[in-house]
């Protein structure tokens, strides 16, 4: 059987819990955002907000990604993860971790509690790393989405030791410069490094997967790679050493067309598609690719110095921050768990059935109108709270954490379905 | 068995083989073209070389094993071996009328 690789998929119980735990912190961020309300309309170092997005990100963004790379690399490295033990051990860790964290911010206790829970969360996603880099270390595929993967989990494990460093710093006060500084080369490497490498590394195997579509022109990847990985380096030196606006402007115009030649890959991949339908999952997908435009727009404007006020300005960042955050990463976590989880679920519960009894379609696994519903008011959603938050209009920032509160909700309806599915086996006629 | 009554054997096991899905792209293999060849040797074994969409294709063991307890459950005693080639690779062209019907194409 010439390169057939699906027998590497690991055991479900190292993938399951961590799409039950990013469920969970779906719903608690919801319920954060729902209770801190007028809090997203101040400054965007607030702690409420940054307890907010650690939960966002780590517990439930970074979980999600985590479990669906440990199912994913046998695709995209076309071998067997690397330790399955390591993998539960590391899930513990960073559920731990993740939650520490937040709550360290919550209550505001930077002394006290933060520098513990950086230095839990660094050495669970240490853990994460090393398990990946031996898994690809086995691997005798080194293709643009596999190296994509491996300058994600490089780029993750910087910010997270830029992350700790801040931490520490409450203690032991050794930085030089102030926080907010150290706090934006966090968040952008995290955000542009970790999740926008990682999704275009995993995205541009499984996009044309799932949409069956051949002979694209993988140039545009690579060139995407470069790109964007260079203008981020060249990003983060400048903050550290050099301070140049215009160093700065050349380096983020290279992430920018990085990133465009990755969304040009995946409408190339769009139009050759051979499936013309788009299931609920792909339909989230192709909206969380549109949707990286917006960022792009947003920080062309922040980088470009356009003359604000400076309450004006911090409620861009915050809706900069939100339009990466929810518009891009959440809408396509969300549409990808309606891919991989059902499929996850119904291979363990019908691989050795399969022939033997009518099985169902995994899609069959979750209810398809829930989806939709959550898929409207999803889009509700990413409507309200960014005009919201624009305008300083506290209404529409609540109405639309409400809506994502009830989008948690479904949404956590749907993966308690498909876990708990229940196989009932009907003899073949 | 004379060749036509091979041919037919083999023409009904393709009709047969119409029943195992792909479960991600929910059409049968034989409209999706990914069976390249389907040998019976006029006793009791079946030779089938098939392709998946993609080298990686998470579902490939299980369409494997679908392919032959399919066969199995009406010919119980039979030897069943599938070859799976990435060479030539599958592509549009490969899909039946009626598959590119259920796709939308």
């Known amino acids: ?429 | 068995m004379n060749k036509i009554k091979i041919a037919q054997f083999e023409l009904a096991t393709l009709e047969l083989l119409k029943t195992v899905m792909d479960p991600e792209i929910e059409i049968n293999i034989v409209d999706l073209g990914l069976i390249y060849e389907l040998n019976y040797d006029g006793s009791e074994k079946i030779n089938i070389v098939m392709t998946f969409s993609t080298p990686a294709c998470p579902l490939g063991e299980t369409i494997i094993s679908n392919i032959k307890e399919t066969i199995k459950q009406k010919h119980p005693t039979f030897e069943i071996a599938v070859d799976v080639v990435f060479d030539p690779l599958w592509n549009n062209s490969m899909v039946s009328e009626e598959g590119k019907k259920a796709l939308g194409l």
């Open chain 1, 1 to 429: 059987m010439n390169g057939l690789k699906t027998n590497n998929a690991p055991h479900s119980s190292v993938v399951v819990p961590h799409f039950i735990f990013g469920a969970i912190s779906f719903f608690i961020v919801a319920v954060m955002l729902v209770l801190s309300g007028a809090g997203l309309l101040e400054v965007y170092f607030n702690t409420k907000l940054i307890a907010i997005t650690h939960m966002a990100i780590l517990g439930w963004a970074t979980m999600i990604i985590f479990g669906a790379l440990y199912q994913l690399i046998p695709v995209v490295f076309e071998t067997a993860l690397f330790s399955e033990k390591l993998a539960k051990i590391t899930f513990w860790m960073t559920a731990f971790s993740a939650v520490f964290l937040s709550y360290s911010f919550w209550v505001a206790s930077f002394s006290m509690l933060l520098p513990y829970a950086s230095v839990c969360m660094f050495v669970s996603l240490l853990l994460f790393v090393i398990n990946v880099l031996l898994s690809y270390r086995k691997s005798e595929i080194k293709n643009w989405s596999s190296k994509f993967v491996i300058a994600a989990i490089i780029w993750l494990l910087a910010t997270e030791l830029l992350g700790t460093l801040i931490a520490l710093n409450f203690k032991f006060n050794f930085l030089t410069e102030t926080h907010i500084h150290y706090l934006k080369i966090h968040a952008t490497i995290g955000l542009i490094g970790w999740f926008l490498l990682l999704i275009i590394g995993v995205g541009s195997t499984l996009v044309p997967m799932f949409l069956i579509s051949h002979q694209l022109n993988h140039n545009k990847l690579k060139a995407s790679f470069y790109l964007i990985n260079v203008g981020l380096l060249g990003i983060a030196i400048n903050w550290f050493l050099v301070n140049s606006s215009i160093l700065l402007g050349i380096c983020w115009l290279m992430v920018a067309i990085g990133v465009l030649f990755f969304v040009s890959f995946i409408y190339d991949s769009y139009k050759k598609r051979m499936r013309k339908k788009l299931d609920i999952g792909m339909r989230y997908s192709m909206l969380a690719v549109a949707s990286v435009l917006l960022p792009i727009v947003i920080s062309s404007v922040l980088i470009l110095g356009v003359d604000v006020e400076y309450e004006l300005l911090s409620r861009i960042i915050v809706f900069y921050g939100f339009s990466i955050l929810f518009g891009f990463i959440t809408t396509l976590i969300l549409g990808q768990t309606y891919k991989t989880l059902p499929f996850i679920i119904w291979l363990e519960k019908y691989k050795k059935l399969v022939g033997k009894t009518k099985t169902p379609l995994p899609r069959e696994l979750y209810s398809e109108k829930i989806a939709s519903i959550q898929f409207y008011l999803y889009l509700g959603f990413i409507i309200t709270m960014p005009i919201g938050i624009l305008l300083n209009n506290l209404l529409l920032v609540k109405a639309g954490s409400i809506a994502l509160l009830v989008v948690a909700i479904l949404y956590n309806i749907n993966i308690l379905k498909i876990i708990l599915h229940k196989v009932i086996p009907i003899e073949n006629e």
